[in-house]
């Protein structure tokens, strides 16, 4: 994955031909595998085998329809041979490293991903816009979302933190527009007119609303 690229921007399936395709599978799908796999090595099989067969019981679909070929691990053994399945494992592995990464990434990789999204402000932008929804990207209404919602969002957001600001006292709408520490209040840096690039809407909602209290 190259440094500009995006996260969420990897393939949820891939093509095998022959009408076959490979899927990615949630982390629910991964343990409920793991889980089936442990049931079938316990009668005696090897436990490498079984997970795979597993994983491709959920993992190998029909081009058309999405279907699943096979609907167990169990019948997976039953269908392919050893080295079919360890090929078509082999390829779903390298799919899933390419195109889903998951919290076991290396360090480099993860600093790659951090410098990644610090210089797209536009990925930076999605994640606050889901932030304050509540929404995960996989989620239909986000999946949904075109630019110009973000955009509409956006500009909602900065409106609304004008009037925040316009509510104020003149003393506290300076205090506001300046660049401050969010955990000793001390200035970080000058005053941009009237607008703070820095300034978080929500956390000074939170404080003012816990002054209140």
């Not at 889980?35 to 019981?57: Q, T, V």
């Not at 050893?82 to 990789?109: C, H, K, N, T, V």
């Not at 995960?136 to 110009?148: D, F, H, I, Q, S």
Request: net charge negative; proline share 3%.
């Amino acid at each position: 994955m190259s440094a500009r690229s995006s996260i969420l921007a990897g393939r949820d399936r891939i093509s095998l031909g022959d009408g076959l395709d490979l899927r990615l599978l949630s982390a629910l799908e991964v343990l409920q595998a793991r889980r089936e796999a442990a049931g079938l090595a316990g009668e005696g099989r090897e436990r490498a085998l079984c997970s795979n067969a597993c994983l491709l019981a959920r993992a190998l679909e029909l081009s058309e329809g999405h279907t699943p070929v096979f609907d167990s691990g169990r019948a997976v053994l039953a269908g392919l041979t050893a080295e079919e399945i360890q090929a078509l494992a082999g390829r779903w592995s390298a799919f899933r490293q390419e195109s889903d990464p998951g919290l076991d990434l290396s360090q480099e990789g993860l600093e790659e991903m951090e410098e990644s999204l610090r210089s797209d402000p536009g990925e930076r932008l999605r994640w606050r816009v889901l932030r304050q929804a509540h929404a995960l990207p996989t989620e239909e209404r986000a999946r949904a979302m075109k630019g110009r919602d973000y955009l509409w969002c956006l500009v909602n957001a900065l409106l609304d933190r004008e009037e925040e600001l316009a509510r104020l006292c003149p003393a506290c709408r300076a205090w506001a527009a300046e660049e401050r520490c969010p955990v000793c209040g001390g200035r970080t840096g000058e005053v941009q007119g009237a607008v703070n690039p820095a300034f978080d809407l929500v956390r000074f909602q939170e404080l003012k609303e816990g002054d209140s209290g």
